[in-house]
T-cell receptor, first 116, second 111 residues
Framework: GAGVSQTPSNKVTEKGKYVELRCDPI?????LYWYRQSLGQGPEFLIY????????DSGLPNDRFFAVRPEGSVSTLKIQRTERGDSAVYLC??????????????FGPGTRLTVL | DAKTTQPPSMDCAEGRAANLPCNHS???????VYWYRQIHSQGPQYIIH???NNETNEMASLIITEDRKSSTLILPHATLRDTAVYYC????????????FGQGTELSVKP
C-alpha cells in the first residue's frame, strides 16, 4: 500500500520568504509527526497531531513555524520569514494512533529545504 | 536530550553478523527500547522494540541485558543494503508522541 508521501521533495527559497511543506500520511493513521534533520544529525522532533489537534508542539523552534492538519489527514508545515538556519530535511511520519499503542512510526522520504 | 549512548560508527563484513550496542543506563521500568535505521536519503525505518525479553523478527534480534541498562541489535547476516545509521531510542510504551533520536551508529557493511 501507499506509504507516507511528502511534497515537494526539494524546495529552494530565498531568505525571508514563506514556504509550505505538505505531508500525506498513511490512510487511517490518526497520529502525524513532523521532524527536521540537519546534516549529520539525528531527526529532531517538531510537533505531533492526534487527529486534527496538535498534541505536542514543544519542538517548534519559534513562532515562525506553524503546522496544521484541518481534516485529520493531510498536514502542512508552514515556515514564515525563512532563515538560512532553517535549511534541513523535514520529515513527516504517521502511526495508527499515538496513545496506548504499538508505537511504530512510518516515515516519509522528507522534503529537503534550502534557504539561500 | 537522547537517553542512549551508541558508538558513532562500525564496520561489518557482508554475510557476517552485525552487533550494534546501545547503553541506556537511566532507563525507567516502563520504558521500552526501540531501534530504527535510516538508509541514506530515506526516512527512518522501524526495526524492532522490546522491554526486557529478547525479541526477534524478520529483520533483526534484540538482546536486552538483565539489568536493562544496555542492549544489542543483531543483524544475523548483514548485506550491503543494511548500510545505514542505526538509532537506539528509549520511551514509555504508552507515551504517545515524539521519538528522541541521538546521533546513532553509522554501520558500513563491506563486501
Amino acid at each position: 500500500g501507499a506509504g507516507v508521501s511528502q511534497t515537494p521533495s526539494n524546495k529552494v527559497t530565498e531568505k525571508g520568504k514563506y514556504v509550505e511543506l505538505r505531508c500525506d500520511p498513511i490512510s487511517g493513521h490518526t497520529a502525524l509527526y513532523w521532524y527536521r534533520q540537519s546534516l549529520g544529525q539525528g531527526p529532531e522532533f517538531l510537533i505531533y497531531f492526534q487527529g486534527t489537534g496538535a498534541a505536542d508542539d514543544s519542538g517548534l523552534p519559534n513562532d515562525r513555524f506553524f503546522a496544521v492538519r484541518p481534516e485529520g489527514s493531510v498536514s502542512t508545515l508552514k515556515i514564515q520569514r525563512t532563515e538560512r538556519g532553517d535549511s534541513a530535511v523535514y520529515l513527516c511520519a504517521s502511526s495508527p494512533q499515538a496513545g496506548f499503542s504499538y508505537n511504530e512510526q512510518f516515515f516519509g522520504p522528507g522534503t529537503r529545504l534550502t534557504v539561500l | 536530550d537522547a537517553k542512549t549512548t551508541q558508538p558513532p560508527s562500525m564496520d561489518c563484513a557482508e554475510g557476517r553478523a552485525a552487533n550494534l550496542p546501545c547503553n541506556h543506563s537511566t532507563i525507567s521500568g516502563n520504558e521500552y527500547v526501540y531501534w530504527y535505521r535510516q538508509i541514506h536519503s530515506q526516512g527512518p525505518q522501524y526495526i524492532i522494540h522490546g522491554l526486557k525479553n529478547n525479541e526477534t523478527n524478520e529483520m533483526a534480534s534484540l538482546i536486552i541485558t538483565e539489568d536493562r541498562k544496555s542492549s544489542t541489535l543483531i543483524l544475523p547476516h548483514a548485506t550491503l543494503r543494511d548500510t545505514a545509521v542505526y538509532y537506539c531510542i528509549v520511551r514509555a510504551y504508552n507515551q504517545g508522541g515524539k521519538l528522541i533520536f541521538g546521533q546513532g551508529t553509522e554501520l558500513s557493511v563491506k563486501p
